[in-house]
């Protein structure tokens, strides 16, 4: 009996005794999740009002790893794609919801919505056309309050893609602009664009398209309308539509031109306008500032100094333009 005994009360100390261990093993996986995210010191929103792919802008992101925001380590990234603009003050409040150190919003849009959402925590906008024309800043030296960014400058450039479609087609007389009714900045992109079509003789028609579902009704319009060419307002809405809209142009033989490169890379024929992949990065530093301490009221909007011209050769073929040697040598890349 007490052999037996003796045999239980071993059982029943070994029990114990892995229960134990089991205890102290949920216990340090339990510390390790704690000190795992004790390591992440910011949190930040990302917010747009088109579809983020994968991780979002990669020139971003990545550019935020070279400067020490590690995801995953360091830093924390809410991602909130709207894909249409009625949506993004929603996401813009669940942002603000979350407490995040900083709130990056892409276009002039979500910018909006971010500055709807909160007034103190601080806001870097990216792909922004006009940040004062759009009430979005006091001024480019001066910003005042809690939004800061780069701008894109694109309004002034609109009439740069006209004059270039003019130089590959000579007798254009018909352009059909594809716009964003919900984005003010198109609104001030194509005042410019009027402007320049006026002076060169050139009819103009707009086409408006807040969501990815309208492409092919609108595209559809573009082409009863006999448009020569087709010019695309910088907008995300639209962006995420590129290869759509690429390919409903291309196959009826109207030719295209945006500020974008993405575009031109989807199947665009021209694109005039900042680096995109520059724009992010330079969005990237200024984050980086405002993590480390910097107010946006004290951080100048940056304006690009640089700008590239992408032509696609292989929808120029597609389409039977020659493009002249006048525009080939200025190009920066030529897609062929």
């Known amino acids: 009996m007490r052999r037996a005994s003796d045999g239980a009360l071993g059982r029943e100390l070994r029990m114990r005794g892995l229960g134990s261990i089991a205890a102290a093993g949920v216990l340090f996986t339990f510390a390790l999740s704690v000190a795992a995210q004790s390591t992440v010191t910011h ?5 747009t009002a088109g579809t983020v792919t994968a991780k979002g ?7 935020l790893r070279r400067l020490g925001h590690i995801e995953g380590r360091n830093l924390a990234v809410e991602r909130r794609a709207a894909g249409k603009t ?35 925590i601080p806001i870097v906008f990216a792909v922004v056309v006009d940040p004062v024309g759009a009430g979005l ?10 939004v800061t960014g780069v701008s894109l400058l694109s309004a002034e450039l609109s009439g740069k893609r006209l004059e270039l479609l003019q130089e590959v087609m000579p007798k254009l007389a018909r352009v059909a602009v594809l716009a964003n009714p919900t984005n003010e ?18 009819s103009l028609q707009t086409f408006e ?7 092919e009704r609108v595209l559809g319009a573009v082409v009863r309308s006999g448009a020569d060419a087709l010019i695309a307002l910088d907008d995300q809405v639209i962006a995420t539509q590129r290869a759509e ?71 120029a073929r597609a389409l039977g333009l020659a493009v002249p040697n006048s525009v080939l040598l200025r190009a920066n890349r030529i897609i062929d």
């Open 43 to 47: 949190r930040i929103g990302y917010l």
């Open 57 to 63: 802008p990669p020139p971003l992101f990545d550019e």
């Open 86 to 120: 009625d949506r993004l003050d929603a996401l813009a409040r669940e942002l603000v919801a979350l407490k995040v150190d900083l709130i990056i919003a892409s276009a002039t849009p979500a910018v909006k919505a971010a500055q709807r959402a909160t007034s103190s």
């Open 137 to 146: 800043v006091a001024s480019l030296n001066r910003p005042g309050a809690n």
């Open 185 to 202: 900045s198109n609104a001030l992109q194509l005042r410019q664009l009027q402007s320049a079509a006026r002076a060169r003789g050139v």
């Open 209 to 215: 398209m807040s969501s990815a579902a309208q492409t």
């Open 245 to 315: 809209i690429a390919a409903l142009t291309q196959a009826h033989g109207v030719a295209t031109a945006t500020g974008i490169g993405a575009l031109a890379e989807a199947g665009f024929l021209i694109a005039y306008g900042p680096s995109i992949s520059e724009h992010f990065r330079r969005v990237a530093a200024y984050a980086d500032k405002v993590l480390k301490g910097a107010k946006p009221a004290d951080l100048p909007v940056e304006q690009p100094a640089e700008f590239e011209l992408i032509v696609n050769m292989k929808t």
